[in-house]
Structure formats: C-alpha cells, structure tokens
C-alpha cells in the first residue's frame, strides 16, 4: 500500500534556529497538505501544495513540492516558543478509478530550548 | 461557528464494555473522517464517509462500526471495546474529500480501556 515516510521523527532546537522536516513517498502524490498539532490538541490543516516544484510561504513558514511529486519539506526560519508542536504531511493518492486515499506521515516532534 | 465537535473528550472502559463516539459539523461538508492517533503511528483511518449515505473502511477497521446518520453526524462505535483500542480518536470533515480542500479535525476523544 501506500505509504509517507517522514523524517526526522523528534527535532529539538535552540528558539532562534531553524527547522526542517521531510516527507517522501514511493509513489507519484496527486497533493501533499501539512498539518500542526500542539501538544495535547488536534491537528490544523496548514497548507496544501498541488503542483510539481511548488513553493509556498506562510510568513516563517516555506514549504516545498519536489519536482516528481514524490518529496515535500517544511522549512521554518528562527523557531519561537509559538513553533513547538508535531508537524505531520498527508499525501493524497488517487488510484486509476478515481479512489482518493488520504495518508499521513508519522509526523515530526518540534521541541524548542529556551 | 463550532467547526467539528466530539464527544466525550475522555472516556474509560472496561474490556468488553460498548460506546458510541459521536461526531458532528456544522460546515455543510460532504466528508467525514474516523482516525485513531497512537505514538509513533501517525493518523491512521478507521472509516469515511465519502457523503451522507455512504461508508467504507479504512486502513484499519476492525473492531469498529459507523454510521452516517445525516451530514452532520458520523459516529463510530466500539462494540466490545479491547486493550488495543486505547487511543485517541479524531473526527474529520472535508468539503469535498482531500483533493482541493484541507480536514478540519475535531478536538479528540482520549479513551482507555482495561
């Protein structure tokens, strides 16, 4: 089946540092989304990305659609407190009859030294 | 504006013991997601609901059954609940599946069984 492959699966970081966090898949994505998750909540849909090379940028925050489809990063510049929380990708795959399939990475934990 | 709503936040039961998990939006969505998020595992997807009316299994459905009861309201039921079912559950709803538009996530039911 279908699997996202995420990495690193724990990042711990000095506030100011910058983070990043990597998604790959085996197979051709139709789109990837990104989610945050804070500690103890629930996850927010971030961003979606649909096309092959795409960049986006949601003020710190760049994210990344890998030319083949296959790979998608989250880049953050100067991490602050407000950053810490597990950032998990979602790639869609849609199959030959038009099944749409929706899985997620296991995420990445950000923690953020002081 | 409530956005997606779950019930119980908590809850304990007792091997063998039955619950429902109720789930509503008020988004007008087609879509309507079961997940269950364990450490290290990601989401994974019990049931969706592509529309009202229609149910298909996820990537891990035993031990579950849903119900679509009208557009607003999914539930998902444990019928004799098991040591392996200890997880945290969230509800989602997308407009029209993933494939323009991002999951709006319910704030989760915590449930241990014993």
């Known amino acids: 089946g279908q699997q996202v492959m995420q990495i690193p699966q724990y990042q711990h970081v000095q506030e100011g540092e910058d983070f990043t966090t990597y998604c790959n898949s085996s197979?051709?994505?139709?789109?990837i989304q990104w989610y945050k998750q804070r500690p103890g909540g629930h996850p927010v849909f971030l961003i979606q990305?649909?096309?092959?090379?795409e960049v986006k940028k949601q003020k710190r925050l760049t994210f990344q659609f890998g030319e083949a489809k296959k790979n998608s990063s989250l880049h953050i510049t100067a991490t602050q407190t407000t950053d810490v929380g597990t950032y998990f990708c979602?790639?869609?795959?849609?199959?030959?009859?038009?099944?749409?399939?929706?899985?997620f990475g296991t995420g990445t934990r950000l923690t953020i030294i002081p | 504006n409530a956005g997606v709503t779950q019930t119980p936040k908590f809850q304990v039961l007792k091997t063998g013991q039955s619950m429902t998990l109720q789930c509503a939006q008020d988004?007008?969505?087609?879509?309507m997601y079961w997940y269950r998020q364990d450490p290290g595992m990601g989401l994974r997807l019990i049931y969706y609901?592509?529309?009202?009316?229609?149910?298909d299994k996820g990537e891990v459905p035993n031990g579950y059954n849903v119900s679509r009861l009208n557009k607003r309201e999914f539930s998902l039921r444990l019928e004799s609940a098991a040591p392996s079912q200890t997880s945290v559950y969230f509800c989602?709803?997308?407009?029209?599946?993933?494939?323009?538009?991002?999951?709006?996530f319910g704030s989760g039911t915590r449930l241990t069984v014993v």
């Open positions: 989602a709803s997308s407009e029209m599946g993933a494939r323009n538009y991002g999951y709006t």
């Open positions: 988004m007008n969505h087609n879509s």
């Open positions: 197979t051709t994505l139709s789109n």
């Open positions: 979602a790639g869609l795959f849609i199959s030959n009859f038009g099944n749409e399939k929706l899985t």
């Open positions: 990305l649909v096309k092959s090379g």
């Open positions: 609901s592509a529309s009202e009316g229609t149910t």
